[in-house]
């Protein structure tokens, strides 16, 4: 019984795990909402910004080059920019 339960809880600690990681969406998502792909990251940990700040970890958006003053102040402020496509794969 000892081994399963020992199992079990090593197969919890191999989920995605955003503890703390701060996340700032610009709304261009494609294949999820807005809304869930907030609430994903909650789910794992994670904390949402809706402001950009230097305690950013990440802006995530399909637009990078975009011209928008928040994408010009996350760039200004040295924000690791990934597209969906890498936040997808930090949920697995």
Do not use: C
Request: charged share 25%.
């Amino acid at each position: 019984m000892h081994i399963i339960d020992t199992f079990s809880r090593s197969r919890e600690l191999t989920t995605a795990d955003l503890s703390l990681i701060k996340f700032y969406f610009s709304g261009d998502l494609s294949s999820m909402s807005l809304q869930e792909a907030k609430a994903k990251v909650i789910e794992k940990g994670g904390i949402i910004r809706e402001e950009i700040s230097n305690d950013l970890w990440y802006l995530v958006t399909n637009n990078p080059s975009s011209n928008k003053p928040e994408l010009i102040k996350a760039r200004n402020l040295g924000v690791l920019f990934i597209d969906e496509n890498e936040f997808l794969k930090m949920l697995k």
